[in-house]
């Protein structure tokens, strides 16, 4: 995204959609990397409210907040394009907020990927988890990335 600061997240993630819908994908790829053809999208605000439920210390992926939403909705699968991009609306949205403040940072890429999307980048979202008591690693030569160390021991399970 682009021009963050000039746009209206909250907005964005009130919009009323065509969402939550079930898709049926016919794309042998697509059924065969996902395992299935059911895909679900979910709003916005959706990826809000559970981001909002993990608590001080614990962290949670985009691929755990898919899944949940898959398996809670009889699907397959859930998009990953929009679930990235949702993710990072809240992110934003909290960020342009005085009140009503979605943790966000404790949401995590794959593997325990920060995310460099976000408010601040990665160095915020470091800050904020270090200062939570997680360890932040750097992996790569050229590349670099960041990593929260042992993530999986700090999972938020949703319910």
């Given at each position: 995204?682009?021009?963050?600061?000039?746009?209206?997240?909250?907005?964005?993630?009130?919009?009323?959609?065509?969402?939550?819908?079930?898709?049926?994908?016919?794309?042998?790829?697509?059924?065969?990397?996902?395992?299935?053809?059911?895909?679900?999208?979910?709003?916005?605000?959706?990826?809000?409210?559970?981001?909002?439920?993990?608590?001080?210390?614990?962290v949670i992926t985009v691929g755990a907040v898919r899944e949940y939403l898959a398996k809670k909705n009889n699907a397959d699968f859930t998009d990953p394009i929009t679930a990235g991009i949702f993710v990072s609306i809240a992110a934003w949205a909290s960020h342009q907020r005085r009140e009503?403040?979605?943790?966000?940072?404790?949401?995590?890429?794959?593997?325990?990927?920060?995310?460099?999307k976000y408010p601040g980048g990665v160095e915020a979202q470091k800050e904020k988890l270090e200062a939570e008591g997680h360890t932040i690693i750097e992996r790569g030569r050229k590349n670099i990335r960041y990593y929260v160390k042992d993530y999986e021991k700090f999972l938020f399970e949703i319910e």
């Open positions: 995204m682009a021009n963050e600061e000039k746009k209206d997240f909250n907005a964005m993630l009130h919009r009323e959609t065509d969402m939550p819908k079930i898709q049926i994908v016919t794309d042998e790829a697509t059924i065969k990397k996902y395992g299935g053809e059911r895909m679900y999208f979910a709003p916005p605000v959706t990826y809000d409210e559970i981001m909002k439920k993990v608590p001080f210390g614990k009503d403040k979605t943790p966000y940072w404790r949401t995590l890429k794959a593997k325990g990927e920060l995310n460099a």
